[in-house]
């Protein structure tokens, strides 16, 4: 096999930022390929959170203090360094949650349950990972509106001819993830928000798995909510967005209800902070909102467009080197048309006992159905194994995925 020309990127210095990745696992320098899940943390990002702790600690929005009014400020810079990074216009645009999940129910149990009526249809497709399933499920349960999907093709891009017939004038809301995250395809946004807009519909994207690997904004994009999780973006765990248009915000009730998210509390009626503080009650995840910001901004030292590119060019490099392996079935569009990940099966060896396998190499992948069920009931598999990329993922680390793979047959299958 021919090593493909991998365009210039410091792979070795980035890699130095990140403290866990030069650990061995059973005896073999680790390979983490498993990014989707979850991405590791750059040092800086550690820092951050570690100084706040140390220097900071108070709770936010209460206290008449020095430390209280730092800590304050820090956390509300972190919203607009975050919100700047996704090009929202206003800080009350940017909504802390927990992750990507908390976002997908905020909007399906604030937005969803006040404006859905029975008859409403939900548009959603074949491939989103269960956070942007089950949310619509439930509030469908609750108002009478009923779900349709969007079929995908073998290729695994979505199939977008039947489009009139599942997207109406009865269709209030269209949510679709940017990018999948077991076939890697990479979504045609625009033509979606357009066509959606087309007929009056909302549209709400799971960015859970683009915001962290290609530049984007969401006015660009077209869209009215977006979301996702600090955890996949170098960010640490416990924190998410929902960016959201300033109007539908506005408009909508409070998803939890507490301290923080009010502004007059009688007996038996309150009344509602403004926004984004509308939507976000109790003490908030602030050591994680500020280890937000110092992940986006290591990012941005990175470069979006460059971790893109790179993550292209592995996934090709990984589809080369695993095309040629002798009981494989590869999952998911060309490299062009994906994010960096791999999904695959192994003929004749279960995808559990295929990762238990590679991690006696040291190589970390996931394997399951990757919360989404009817997409590999679709690809007519239980489970997939799934290697993912990031802007610390060597060549190196793909060549010993494909030696691996190529051996796992041998080894284990029973046919
Ligand atoms: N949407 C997509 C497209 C995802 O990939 C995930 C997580 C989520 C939503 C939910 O994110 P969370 O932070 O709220 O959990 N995906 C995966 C995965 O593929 N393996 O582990 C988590």
Redesign the pocket.
Known sequence: MEALHLAPFDVAALRADFPLLSQEVNGHPLAYLDS???AQKPAAVLAAMDQYYRTLNANVHRGIYQISEAATAAYEGARRTVGRFIGARSPKEVIWTR????AINLVAQSWGRSQLQPGDRILLTVME?H??LVPWQMVAAQTGAQLDFLPIDGAGRLVLDDLASVLTERTRLVAF?H????LGTINPVRELVAAAKQVGATVLI?A??SVPHLPLDVYDLGCDFLAF?G??MCGPTGI?VLWGRRELLEAMPPFLGGGDMIRRVGLYESSWNDLPWKFEAGTPAIAEAIGLAAAVEYLQSVGLDAIHQREQQLTELALAQLADIPGLTLFGPPAAERGGLVSLCVAGVHAHDVAAFLDSFGIAV?AGH??AHPLHDLLGVPATV?ASFYLYTTEEEIERLAHALAQVRAVLALD
Do not use: I
Not at 99 to 102: D, G, V
């Open positions: 989707t899940a979850t992750n990507t999940t908390e990972h956070s942007n993830t990018m999948s995250n077991v799971d859970a798995q999780s955890h996949k998410g996931r990757h919360c799934r």
